[in-house]
């Protein structure tokens, strides 16, 4: 039921990519974007699709966990695919279906178009998400938006919220099954009757819900404040992060694939976007 | 008589997947009519999907559960009716509260099942009588209430429900004793007047052998042992080799025995003890 809902789909291994640092990765899962949207034609797509497979083999991620995470995206792969093909306007006539006509160009559009969306997700996931655990990520963060501290922008109170909010997902989650449990056994009805009638079901399970969120923060609060938590200032890391010789050829090879991206749009013929 | 039967019952957790975990592996355990049942197990011995079994909120991988002889999970059985018969109190049922005044929330359950004002002002009365609450603390918020009283709100919303199986997980973990006393002893008395079926989960022993009359003890998802407090205590090697105990009086009848003292092994309670000993030296002196 609940449970089974991934929450931060991070993939626990050991992998090269897996084991980056996640600064790194911050940078260059964007630089990927980058180089994702700036691919034009044909050639520059098929150079995209070859490094996110690679990408996908070095994070040793199964194939179907992958595929798992492109599921929810069908439908808006099938949408704009089937939007692009019949209203892109283009010279070269496939068929003329009265109401509407398809062009070669709109059938390679939609093409391009559902494979730019598809590497999108898979690349930056398999570079972020996925091989990245939720605490190093918001570390990461930090660490990267640390400069901003300087204009008085609150960085370690934000990554400390998000790793929080992050680390009580599953436990909310498991909480609201339990209560929802334990107003089905006081025979509570939350599958028939009218919109009002179902919305009325859920407040004995919502209330319950936030007393416990409430009482969890608070509880929270308090044990913080006993270890004498003062927000950012002065406060040491148990894990640092250093950056090696190895750290940057991550960073360098997303951005050579970006270059090559723009050569191969430059100097490769044929259909562009 | 038999009330409440599982057969065979098998139960997996996300069958199919990595996580697949077996809770419960084939398991026939019958619950009598007119007593309390003891439930014992170590922790994660699959208790709590035992009993989440019994009033259809899971329904098992494999095998058959039954109320008064009738499968629970055939086709077009009333999964809510099956639940006002089949009433289960949680663990920690004090965050299951919701209702703005302690009456509502007793009400919550009778109302579901479609009682007129009265009958529901009558059963707010009878559980509020059994939980050893003040009828004054009708109108306060539940929220207000301490932690103890807060249980015994909840425990009255399944005991307002008036079911004819009552099965209570761990419904006195948490409290001290004077606290453990008055909602045991209150369930209790509400079993003998009712003569209905009641099942108790828990992990004292001495609770056990204060209130249930039968033992089920269970073990990886499986029974172990299952009879009288008194049979089940008389083994106190088998309980030990679970994880479990015997109670403080059984284990010291135990130790007599060993140093030569001819005393019986199967006693439970104090009282017992007292008149076995009792017994042994002749009754009691008068002076």
């Known amino acids: 039921m609940l449970k089974d809902i991934t929450l931060g789909q991070y993939f626990p291994g050991n992998s090269f990519l897996h084991r980056q640092d996640p600064r790194m990765k911050i940078i260059a899962s964007i630089l990927y974007i980058v180089a994702v949207f700036l691919c034009k034609n044909l050639f520059s797509f098929l150079f995209i699709t070859l490094f996110t497979v690679a990408l996908v083999l070095l994070s040793r991620i ?12 069908l439908f808006i792969l099938i949408f704009t695919t089937v939007y692009n093909v019949f209203f892109y306007q283009g010279e070269h006539l496939l068929a003329d279906l009265k109401i509407v006509k398809i062009y070669f160009e709109g059938v390679m559009f939609a093409l391009l178009m559902a494979v730019r969306i598809v590497c999108l997700l898979v690349g930056s996931s398999v570079i972020l998400t996925y091989t990245t655990s939720p605490i190093m990520l918001t570390d990461g963060l930090e660490r990267l938006l640390s400069p901003l501290r300087k204009i008085h922008v609150p960085v370690h109170e934000f990554a400390m919220m998000m790793t929080i909010a992050l680390r009580f997902i599953p436990t909310l989650i498991e909480e609201t099954d339990k209560i929802m449990n334990a107003q089905k056994a006081r025979g509570s009805d939350l599958s028939s009757g009218g919109l009002i009638r179902r919305a009325k079901a859920l407040i004995p399970i919502l209330i319950p819900l936030f007393v416990s969120a409430f009482r969890r923060a608070n509880d929270l609060a308090v044990a913080m404040e006993c270890r004498c938590y003062r927000g950012g200032n002065g406060r040491t890391r148990m894990t640092q992060l250093r950056l090696h010789a190895i750290d940057w050829t991550m960073l360098f090879t997303v951005l050579l694939c970006g270059g090559a991206v723009v050569i191969i749009n430059l100097y490769s013929p044929g259909f562009s976007v | ?10 139960y997996r957790y996300s069958p ?37 079994l019994l009033n259809g909120l ?4 494999a095998g058959t559960v039954f109320l008064d002889g009738e499968d629970v999970n055939r086709k077009g059985n009333d999964m809510r009716k099956l ?3 089949v009433g289960l109190v949680f663990q920690y049922p004090e965050y299951q509260l919701f209702e703005e005044t302690v009456a509502e929330d007793i009400a919550y359950g009778p109302k579901n099942m ?27 918020s539940p929220f207000d209430l301490s932690g103890g009283q807060k249980r ?21 973990a948490g409290l001290d004793p004077s606290g453990r006393e008055e909602i045991l002893g209150g369930i209790r008395a509400y079993q003998r007047e009712k003569k209905n079926t ?5 992990h004292s022993m001495e609770d056990m052998a204060r209130y249930a009359d039968d033992l089920v003890v269970m073990r990886e998802g499986k029974l172990e042992m299952q009879g009288s407090c008194a049979e089940v205590f008389a083994q106190a090697e088998r309980l030990t080799a679970v994880g479990l105990d015997v109670p403080q009086i059984t284990r010291l009848m135990g130790a007599l025995k060993r140093r030569g003292v001819p005393v019986r092994t199967d006693i439970f309670t104090v009282e017992q003890a007292k008149e076995e000993i009792l017994r042994l030296t002749g009754g009691p002196r008068h002076a």
């Open chain 2, 16 to 52: 199919g997947t990595p996580f697949c975990k077996t809770a419960l592996d084939g398991i026939s355990v019958a619950f009598e009519e007119n007593k309390i049942t003891g439930l014992i197990g170590h922790t994660g011995c699959g208790k709590s999907t035992l009993v989440q």
């Open chain 2, 114 to 140: 479609g009682l007129d004002k009265e009958e529901i002002e009558r059963r707010i009365e009878m559980a509020l009588h059994f939980v050893g609450l003040d009828g004054s603390l009708k109108k306060v």
């Open chain 1, 62 to 73: 199964p194939m179907k966990v992958i595929l798992k995470g492109v599921k929810p995206l």
């Open chain 2, 58 to 61: 899971l329904t098992p991988t």
């Open chain 2, 1 to 10: 008589m038999k009330k409440i039967e599982l057969d065979g019952v098998t």
């Open chain 2, 152 to 172: 015994r709100v909840a425990i009255a919303g399944i005991l307002a429900m008036d079911p004819e199986v009552l099965i209570l997980d761990e419904p006195a």
């Open chain 2, 198 to 202: 009641v099942i108790l989960v828990s």
């Open chain 2, 83 to 85: 639940r006002f018969r």
